[in-house]
């Protein structure tokens, strides 16, 4: 698999033309189970192809229980300098519920260790389970901040599909999700990390200052990025497209030369919808000079009209061009966003 991933990075060398790369992301499956050898490989080819910033951030995704003083001892010495922590919850029972690999020992163990070796680490956290009371989801909070972690995801639970849990709660085995218990563990959420000083710089997303993410800021720029390995997504500003799932098939195809992929080309209404959408998650927010500019004056003054609407709900704030997000707001950023959507129709597509 690493040797399949390493020939595609160069073939895809071409890809984002020769720009700059600022930023380099192990996640999806479990990279860090990776041997420190393969992520020396997979870094040197990197250098070598691509045109690396003179700083990158290197992130790579870990789960608690495969971090120990040798891991991350290699990890720093391959180039690695960030890592992304699935910790989810320091309570025992929570961790259990969630049928997560780790225990709540491990979940703080793994942190502390990644410490010594680390300063820009972010973990994720997970609120609205129905075993989470607001004084649980409280310590949480407490138990990452003292422990001076610069970078925070954090997220409601939500239950797939075909998952276990999706199962239990169907047969009424276990409690289904409280959407009033998230939302107001959201909004609880936002009050102690701004205390704390940490920047909401994006719905799920806090940081103290200098610690924002690189990686997903530049997807919510809508920056273009090159994805490899099984179901990656890459994206060049027009066109989306997605390599074959399986593992076997994509092996197959790299040794072939024939990429089993996806692509689709972004209309200009799916592109206005995919700003729209990324940008009301950020702090900066939408800039409608932005839209006026790339999609003409006509979409900036509907979009006017209907947020007027939001800002009488106390739900958006608008100050001159920029339209951003309340507390309040964050909680529907999606309902938002879809609400001002266009159409296909809006524009005369070629």
């Known amino acids: 698999m690493v040797k399949a991933i390493a020939d595609e990075l160069i073939a895809e060398k071409d890809y984002l033309h020769g720009e700059r790369i600022d930023t380099v992301y192990f996640g999806g499956g479990t990279p860090s189970l990776l041997s420190s050898a393969d992520t020396e490989f997979l870094m040197n080819t990197i250098a070598a192809h691509y045109s690396l910033s003179d700083h990158p951030e290197v992130t790579l995704e870990s789960n608690p229980d495969d971090i120990t003083a040798e891991t991350t001892e290699a990890w720093r010495g391959v180039g690695i300098n960030r890592l992304s922590i699935g910790v989810q919850s320091f309570f025992e029972e929570e961790l259990r519920w969630m049928n997560r690999a780790h225990d709540a020992t491990q979940a703080l163990s793994g942190v502390q260790l990644a410490l010594e070796k680390f300063d820009n680490i972010t973990i994720d956290l997970i609120y609205g389970s129905p075993l989470l009371t607001d004084e649980m989801w409280k310590l949480n909070v407490e138990v990452a901040t003292g422990l001076g972690i610069n970078h925070l995801s954090c997220y409601a639970l939500t239950v797939e599909e075909k998952t276990p849990l999706y199962q239990l709660i169907r047969k009424s085995n276990a409690k289904d999700i409280d959407a009033d218990k998230q939302a107001r563990q ?3 959420l936002m009050q102690w990390l701004r205390e704390k000083g ?21 997807y919510w720029r809508g920056e273009k990025y090159l994805g490899v390995g099984p179901s990656a997504h890459s994206y060049n500003g027009t066109e989306r497209r997605w390599n074959v799932a399986n593992n076997n098939k994509y092996i197959r195809s790299i040794k ?8 689709e080309l972004l209309t200009n209404a799916q592109q206005l919808n995919e700003y729209i959408m990324i940008s009301l998650r950020t702090k900066e927010g939408m800039d409608l000079k932005k839209i006026e500019k790339h999609w003409g004056i006509a979409h900036r003054k509907r979009l006017e009209q209907q947020l007027s609407a939001f800002e009488k709900r106390g739900l958006v704030h608008k100050v001159e061009s920029k339209v951003r997000l309340t507390d309040r707001g964050m909680l529907l950023a999606d309902g938002i966003s879809a609400d001002l959507f266009v159409d296909a129709s809006a524009f005369s597509e070629p």
């Open 186 to 188: 959201f909004l609880l």
């Open 198 to 218: 940490y920047e909401h710089y994006e719905v799920s997303n806090f940081a103290k200052l200098g610690f924002r993410s690189v990686h997903n800021s530049s």
């Open 256 to 263: 072939e030369g024939n990429f089993q992929r996806e692509s």
